[in-house]
């Protein structure tokens, strides 16, 4: 083997070499163009669902404007009846303290009274005291202790009738 077929064969060794090289190069290229052609179509698909869901987002957010402008306004409305309420409440924890203070001096006077009362000489003044403006209430009036002239005629024979009155 001389030095020309060697070189020959080197020659045609690396062109094969590179022939195979430049066909494993275009294999493994072709393969990633179409990974990348197919993932560029799944990201334009991607892009326009994207888009359309966009505009529906933007529709539903114009069509739910008023709803947002409404609930506002049933916010501030909550929002000035809960003040009120609690200046309610305050109101009527004061009244209800008067009453409370109230409801205790009622019960004072009337256990004040109902001890009064136990003796008999106060329910007898009592009783007549009531007597007396009875009679007077009825037209009668008093001459030496006794009541006549009543300006009704079942008072006035009543009046003849009794002399304990």
């Known amino acids: 083997m001389d030095t020309t077929t060697a070189l020959l064969l080197v020659g045609l060794g690396c062109a094969v070499g590179a022939g195979l090289a430049w066909l494993a ?9 179409a990974s990348a052609a197919t993932e560029a179509s799944l990201l334009r698909e991607r892009v326009v669902d994207l888009e359309a869901s966009l505009s529906e987002d933007s529709e ?28 309610q409440f305050s109101s009527l924890r004061t009244l209800m303290t008067r009453v409370e203070a109230e409801t205790q001096e009622v019960g004072r006077a009337t ?9 008999s000489t106060v329910r007898g003044s009592w009783g007549e005291v009531q007597l007396r ?9 008093e001459t030496r202790g006794r009541f006549y002239g009543a300006t009704s005629p079942e008072i006035w024979l009543i009046a003849q009738r009794r002399d304990d009155v």
């Open 133 to 141: 403006r009875v009679l007077e209430a009825s037209g009668s009036r």
């Open 60 to 87: 539903t957010a114009a069509l739910l404007a008023p709803l947002r402008d409404a609930l506002g306004r049933v916010e501030q409305q909550v929002g000035t009846l809960e003040r009120d309420r609690v200046g």
């Open 25 to 33: 190069l275009r294999t493994v290229y072709a393969v990633r163009l």
């Open 111 to 119: 256990a004040s009274l109902a001890g009064s009362l136990r003796s």
